[in-house]
């Protein structure tokens, strides 16, 4: 079968090559920033691509175990360098915002409070913190099962940074709103149908 063949090939690519693909495109749009690659406003398409491209990389780790479980095609052993490399994408996002863009910590605070995009999505930050220190061995030995239990935070981690990236654009578009759905469904994929009682 082909997804057999898949998940063979898939067992064959180690963790790191993962890991190392990922670490690619940061300084690659760096230097496309400072070349003028990124049109005239290099900062904000920085600030753009990484949050986009972060967001991306966590619907892949929300379509891991649908992909599973439905069509047979196992990317398991990828999920946590997935995980951790979506947190190092958010966080040069919000660097980027931080040290090229805003820059006085009065206007960071204050944009914080005032505009709800950047709440929503500071707040879809904190709650990635505990998730990315705890991506290691030795807290899931320790955590037991509430490692579990505290990795479930990525569901609403996944929604509201889409809801950031709705209310982010300037008027309708459709864009933000696609990966809303396609977190949403994703979401819905997770958790398998109650099956209907048969009354005799």
Same mark, same amino acid.
């Given at each position: 079968?082909?997804?057999?063949? %898949? ?9 790191? *090559? ?32 990484? !949050?986009?491209?972060? =967001? ?5 780790? =929300? ?15 990828? #999920? ?5 490399? &979506? ?7 919000? =660097?980027? @915002? ?18 709800? /995009?950047?709440?929503? !999505?500071?707040?879809?930050?904190? %709650? ?5 220190? &705890?991506?290691?061995? @030795?807290?899931? #030995? ?12 990525? /569901?609403?981690? *996944? ?5 950031? +990236? ?5 008027? +309708? ?5 696609? /990966?809303?759905?396609?977190?949403? !469904?994703?979401?819905?994929?997770? +958790? ?7 009354? *005799?």
């Amino acid at each position: 079968m082909v997804v057999d063949r %898949l998940n063979g090939w898939l067992r064959r690519i180690p963790v790191w *090559a993962v890991y190392l693909a990922l670490s690619l495109p940061p300084p690659i749009l760096l230097y496309m920033g400072l070349t003028g690659g990124l049109g005239v406003e290099p900062i904000e398409a920085l600030e753009h691509e990484l !949050g986009e491209r972060g =967001l991306q990389l966590l619907i892949v780790g =929300l379509a891991i175990t649908p992909m599973r479980r439905y069509l047979g095609l196992n990317l398991i052993k990828f #999920r946590r360098a997935i995980g951790v490399m &979506t947190f190092v994408y958010i966080s040069l996002h919000l =660097l980027v @915002w931080l040290v090229l863009d805003v820059q006085i910590l009065n206007e960071i605070w204050a944009d914080i409070l005032k505009r709800p /995009y950047i709440t929503i !999505g500071m707040l879809a930050f904190v %709650l990635m913190i505990p998730l990315a220190a &705890t991506s290691n061995n @030795w807290s899931v #030995r320790r955590l037991g099962s509430k490692w579990r239990t505290l990795h479930k935070l990525v /569901y609403g981690i *996944a929604i509201l940074g889409a809801l950031h +990236f709705v209310l982010l654009v300037k008027g +309708f578009q459709i864009e933000p709103l696609i /990966y809303m759905a396609i977190i949403l !469904g994703l979401l819905a994929l997770r +958790f398998p149908k109650k099956r209907r009682r048969v009354v *005799a």
